[in-house]
């Protein structure tokens, strides 16, 4: 079982950053990949980005290439999601996803989920 905490969202200016983190419970986390997804009201969840178990591989989508960050600290059972440069346009829910071994954009691979926590990007 994995428990995971999101962080870190609030209100921020177009061009500003937040750094979000998903905090877990367990001692296996370091063989879970971790995948980070948002969802606005009326919307599917979207893959924002991922990262490996080991964090040597990650992902991302296109809309957040160059701007955001995936990382994690196995020794503190954490992932973080850097944003720079955040746009109106990612404002949303941001959710933080864990599955054994790999990690994957798809968010039906994923078993374990965070609560959320809400980005608002003001213009």
């Known amino acids: 079982q994995v428990q995971l905490v999101e962080s870190g969202g609030g209100l921020v200016q177009a061009g500003g950053s937040l750094r979000l983190s998903c905090a877990a419970s367990?001692?296996?986390?370091?063989?879970?990949?971790v995948g980070w997804f948002r969802q606005t009201p009326g919307k599917e969840r979207e893959f924002v980005a991922a990262?490996?178990?080991?964090?040597?591989?990650?992902y991302y989508t296109d809309s957040v290439k160059g701007r955001f960050t995936i990382s994690r600290d196995n020794a503190k059972n954490t992932v973080y999601l850097q944003m720079n440069s955040l746009k109106p346009e990612d404002t949303s829910v941001y959710y933080c996803?864990?599955?054994?071994?790999?990690?994957?954009?798809?968010?039906?691979?994923?078993?374990?989920w965070g609560q959320g926590t809400q980005v608002t990007v003001s213009s």
């Open positions: 996803a864990a599955k054994w071994s790999f990690s994957s954009s798809y968010a039906t691979a994923y078993a374990y």
């Open positions: 367990g001692r296996t986390f370091s063989s879970y990949g």
């Open positions: 990262i490996s178990w080991n964090g040597g591989s990650t």
